[in-house]
């Protein structure tokens, strides 16, 4: 399904397995195998899920380890490992913590994953949080505000059509160096991750797309606003996919308690529950499942899809 601020209501979802941090990853995902990774990656795909994300994070040191968890696969190698055993479903990192990394060694990772998939690539990209994380690579992260935008710069040159792309800028400069294969697509769209108002304002002046990160219904129409009107003022014409990550979901009745924060009913009801974010200018929305299983996990993405989704439009 395409993703567009003229098109009707897109959803995707994070997927599973993949980061287990203790916010939201359920208790039969630590002994989840590839298999089951590959099951929900393919339910989605048929259910005409918009995207599959991965998540991003080198190592978590200790302090932090309780609620995050250890577990973080790498993107490129789970988005790429999914690539070959789904058609059509997009693959985005949620999000990629490009100041971790030299740009033309993301912009290397990403473009092949993007060759390979058929150009199937959205690069969701983040400042990050983990000081340990960066001091251990040797990254900046008091500066990663700064080294974010300059990233997205030259990851425009990068990924953009060039054999030998060129950039020149305060912290990263290339030029006469090729690297192949390029991305499929023309330009690969970046979605801008974060909530803070220094996120907002990088997305609305770099960004294809924002990735709100747990920004309750109440609070996006204030931040929609700001993040138009910045655009606006910095004289950015395109149009830009606004995102929301809506409350955890449950088609029919679960007969299990699944939170008081968790929208479960029948699928028309959560379709109009749903709709509320198209109303606000919302038009994609990252879509989580409470589950106890793989197995319970894919037959709610595929009632999403099937009974769901079509009400999104309406």
Do not use: N
């Not at 973080?72 to 490009?98: C, I, K, N, Q």
């Amino acid at each position: 399904m395409p993703i567009s601020p003229d098109g009707p209501l897109s959803y995707g979802m994070q997927l599973p397995v993949q980061s287990q941090s203790a916010i939201y990853a359920e208790p039969w995902e630590a002994a989840a195998t590839p298999a089951d990774l590959v099951r929900v990656a393919r339910a989605a795909d048929r259910g005409g899920f918009a995207y599959i994300a991965g998540c991003d994070h080198v190592a978590i040191p200790r302090r932090l380890a309780a609620g995050m968890s250890a577990v973080w696969y790498d993107p490129v190698a789970t988005l790429s490992f999914l690539a070959g055993v789904t058609e059509r479903v997009l693959l985005m990192s949620h999000v990629a913590v490009v100041g971790l990394r030299h740009p033309l060694i993301t912009a290397k990772q990403y473009a092949t994953l993007d060759h390979l998939s058929g150009g199937r690539l959205i690069l969701g990209v983040g400042a990050g949080h983990v000081r340990e994380e960066f001091e251990a690579v040797g990254a900046d992260f008091d500066g990663r505000g700064g080294v974010l935008d300059e990233s997205i710069d030259a990851l425009r040159a990068a990924l953009g059509p060039e054999e030998y792309p060129e950039f020149a800028g305060e912290r990263f400069a290339f030029s006469g160096l090729g690297q192949l294969p390029r991305p499929v697509q023309e330009r690969v769209p970046v979605w801008v991750g974060g909530s803070s108002p220094a996120a907002v304002r990088r997305a609305a002046v770099r960004g294809d797309g924002w990735l709100p990160q747990g920004d309750p219904r109440d609070r996006l129409p204030a931040q929609i606003a700001r993040l138009h009107a910045l655009r606006e003022e910095a004289g950015v014409e395109a149009p830009i996919v606004v995102g929301a990550i809506t409350e955890p979901l449950y088609v029919g009745e679960p007969g299990w308690p699944v939170g008081r924060r968790t929208l479960a009913g029948k699928p028309e009801e959560l379709a109009e529950s749903l709709r509320e974010y198209a109303a606000i200018g919302v038009h994609q929305i990252q879509v989580r499942f409470r589950s106890r299983s793989v197995d319970e996990l894919t037959d709610q993405v595929a009632a999403f899809g099937a009974d769901v989704a079509p009400h999104l439009g309406r």
